[in-house]
C-alpha cells in the first residue's frame, strides 16, 4: 500500500533547501550520467542511467539514484545528501519507507527545467508516482503522473496574456498550475483587477485526493503561493464561479468500458469514446468569464466516415455558452495503432500476459461505435465578450513544430490579430500597412532551365511553422512588406507591374494578407 502523503510545509522546506545544498537540478543530473543514458531515461530504461551511477557515492548521484530513478538506497548515504530532512523525513512525508539499512523510495522527485518571462530558466522539482520503470511492472490505477511529452505541451501552449483567475482542472502533479503562477508572477503579470481575498487566484481540480495533495506538495516544494486545490470532476468545485484562464490536460484517453480493462485515473474519467472532451467543451463556457479562453489537450473520434473535426465543430455549436475556437488537429491514429499505444502506456508490453486481450478489447469497443480512428490534437476555445462567436478554425497540422518554446505567445499574438483585423473592414485593411514577420523566409523552385519559378513557398520559422504556397502576387507583396506603402498601394503597383486588374487583384490579396497577419507571417505596423 502506498504511503500516505504529507504536504507538511516544514518538511518540503527542509527538503527543499537539502535538494538546493545538493545542485539537484536538471542540466546537473544530465552531466551525471550522460546523453545515451538521459535519453534511455526517457524511453523508460534505467539501465544506463545506473550504470554510469554505480561507481559514484557523491550527493548528486545518490539523490539521482533515490529521486530520479526511484532505487532503494543505503540509509546513511541519504542521512548524508538530507542533513536537514533526514531518512526519517522523508519517511514523514510519505515518500518513502525504512527497510533495514535502505531507504525504499514510493516517490520520485524530479528537477524539472521550464521556460519562464523572456524565455528565462526556471528551475523546479516535481513530485509524482513511481513510474512503470522503477516499479518494474504495470502501473496502478491510481497513479498519478509525472512530467510527461502531454504535459510538456500544454504547458508550452499555455497563452502569456496576462489573467486574473486561472482554472486548472485535472490537475495531476500540478505542472500546469505552477506554469499558471509562473505567468501571473510575471512582471507584466496584471497588478489591477486582483482576486479578492476570498478568490484564490488559482485554482488546481481533481478526482484524485492523491494527485490533489501531489499539487499542494509541489507549489509548497517550489515556493508557489495562491494555488488552492478543490476535488470534484471538471466544473463541478468551481460552479458559480468564472475565470479568465482556464487550461486542462484532462483524462481524455479513450478506454473500453469492459471487464479486465485497468481504468487508470491520470488517463481516464470514466466516459465513454471521446465524451469527456465533449462534456468539457459543453461545460466550459459556463465558468469562463467574457473575453476568457480555455486551453485543453483532447482525442476525438471519427466515426463512420465522420470527420473528427466536425464531431469537435459540433460539440463547439452545441455549447450553450457561445464560443469561438481554434482546433489544431496534431495527429490521426488508427484504432491498431491507438490501442497499442495506450497499452503499452499503462506497463503492459507487447509480448507478456494480457497484452493481446487488452488490444482485442480496445479494437472491440471501437468497431461497436464504428470508430475509424482517433485525432489528437489541441483546443483553444474563447468565449467572446459579445454574444457573436468570429472565430471558428479547424486545421490539421501534422509536420514537426519549431522547437523555440514560444507557442504559447505565438497562440496570443494570432488572438490579437484576429480581434484586431475583426475591426478592419477590406478599405481600412488595404489603407493599413504591414511589415513582414523577421522568421519568414521565401523559397523559390525552379524546374531545369526554367526562368521562372514553378513553386513559391513561404516558411515560418517560429510559431506554428507553417510552409505555405504563394503566387507570385502575394510574394511581391510580402516581399515589398516593410511598413512604408499601404497593402492598397502595393496592390496597385503589383497589379501594374503583372499587368492584370488592379481592382481583381486587391480582391484576390486582401483575404490572403488577413490570413498571412493572423498565422503571424505579417504583422500590421
Not at 466544473?235 to 469492459?258: H, K, L, M
Not at 464531431?311 to 475556437?325: C, D, M, N
Not at 487583384?505 to 507571417?521: K, N, Q, T, W, Y
Amino acid at each position: 500500500m502506498e504511503p500516505t502523503l504529507n504536504p507538511d510545509p516544514a518538511l518540503i522546506a527542509a527538503l527543499r533547501s537539502d535538494l538546493s545544498a545538493a545542485g539537484y537540478r536538471a542540466d546537473a543530473v544530465r552531466s551525471v550520467w550522460g546523453p545515451v543514458a538521459d535519453t534511455a531515461v526517457g524511453h523508460g530504461l534505467h539501465g544506463p542511467a545506473l550504470a554510469a551511477l554505480a561507481p559514484r557515492t557523491d550527493a548528486l548521484a545518490t539523490l539521482a539514484r533515490l529521486l530520479f530513478l526511484g532505487v532503494r538506497t543505503d540509509r546513511d548515504a541519504v542521512a548524508r545528501v538530507l542533513p536537514t530532512l533526514g531518512a526519517h523525513g522523508l519517511v514523514d512525508l510519505g515518500f518513502a519507507r525504512i527497510d533495514g539499512d535502505a531507504v525504499v523510495p514510493s516517490v520520485l522527485v524530479r528537477p524539472q527545467d521550464a521556460a519562464g518571462a523572456s524565455h528565462d530558466t526556471v528551475r523546479w522539482w516535481i513530485a509524482s508516482d513511481l513510474d512503470e520503470a522503477a516499479l518494474g511492472g504495470a502501473l496502478p490505477t491510481g497513479h498519478v503522473l509525472g512530467v510527461g511529452g502531454a504535459s510538456l505541451t500544454l504547458a508550452g501552449l499555455q497563452l502569456t496574456t496576462p489573467a486574473r483567475r486561472v482554472l486548472d482542472v485535472g490537475t495531476g502533479c500540478g505542472i500546469q498550475a505552477l506554469r499558471a503562477h509562473l505567468a501571473l508572477s510575471a512582471p507584466s503579470a496584471p497588478h489591477s483587477g486582483a482576486p479578492t481575498d476570498a478568490e484564490a487566484p488559482i485554482v488546481a481540480t481533481d478526482v484524485s485526493g492523491r494527485a490533489l495533495l501531489f499539487t499542494r506538495i509541489n507549489a509548497l516544494l517550489n515556493d508557489a503561493e495562491g494555488i488552492e486545490t478543490r476535488l470534484g470532476s471538471l466544473f463541478e468545485p468551481v460552479a458559480g464561479e468564472q475565470f479568465d484562464r482556464v487550461v486542462s490536460n484532462p483524462p481524455f484517453v479513450i478506454t473500453p468500458r469492459v471487464a479486465g480493462v485497468p481504468e487508470y485515473e491520470y488517463r481516464d474519467a470514466g466516459y465513454a469514446g471521446d465524451d469527456l472532451v465533449a462534456a468539457f467543451v459543453s461545460g466550459v463556457g459556463a465558468v469562463l468569464a467574457p473575453g476568457g479562453t480555455a486551453q485543453l489537450l483532447g482525442n476525438w473520434e471519427y466515426r463512420a466516415g465522420q470527420d473528427g473535426l466536425q464531431r469537435v465543430r459540433e460539440w463547439v455549436a452545441a455549447s450553450p455558452v457561445p464560443l469561438e475556437a481554434w482546433v489544431i488537429e496534431r495527429e490521426r491514429l488508427d484504432p491498431l495503432a491507438y490501442a497499442e499505444l495506450w497499452v503499452r502506456d499503462g506497463g503492459t508490453a507487447p509480448g507478456t500476459a494480457g497484452y493481446g486481450a487488452l488490444v482485442d478489447a480496445w479494437l472491440a469497443d471501437f468497431a461497436a461505435r464504428e470508430v475509424d480512428a482517433v485525432g489528437f490534437g489541441y483546443l483553444l476555445l474563447r468565449r467572446p465578450a459579445s454574444a457573436i462567436p468570429a472565430l471558428a478554425r479547424y486545421e490539421r497540422i501534422t509536420h514537426p513544430l519549431p522547437e523555440d518554446g514560444a507557442l504559447g505567445a505565438h497562440l496570443g499574438a494570432a488572438l490579437a490579430a484576429f480581434d484586431a483585423l475583426e475591426e478592419f473592414d477590406d478599405a481600412a485593411l488595404a489603407a493599413a500597412r504591414t511589415i513582414v514577420a523577421d522568421d519568414v523566409t521565401e523559397a523559390r523552385h525552379h524546374l531545369p532551365g526554367a526562368e521562372a519559378p514553378s513553386v513559391i513557398e513561404l516558411r515560418q520559422g517560429g510559431g506554428l511553422g507553417r510552409t505555405l504556397e504563394v503566387d507570385p502576387a502575394l510574394a511581391a507583396l510580402v516581399g515589398a512588406s516593410d511598413g512604408e506603402l499601404t497593402v492598397g498601394q502595393l496592390s496597385d503597383a503589383i497589379a501594374e507591374l503583372l499587368e492584370v486588374d488592379a481592382a481583381a487583384l486587391r480582391a484576390d490579396l486582401l483575404p490572403r494578407v488577413r490570413e498571412l497577419v493572423f498565422i503571424g507571417m505579417l504583422r500590421l505596423a
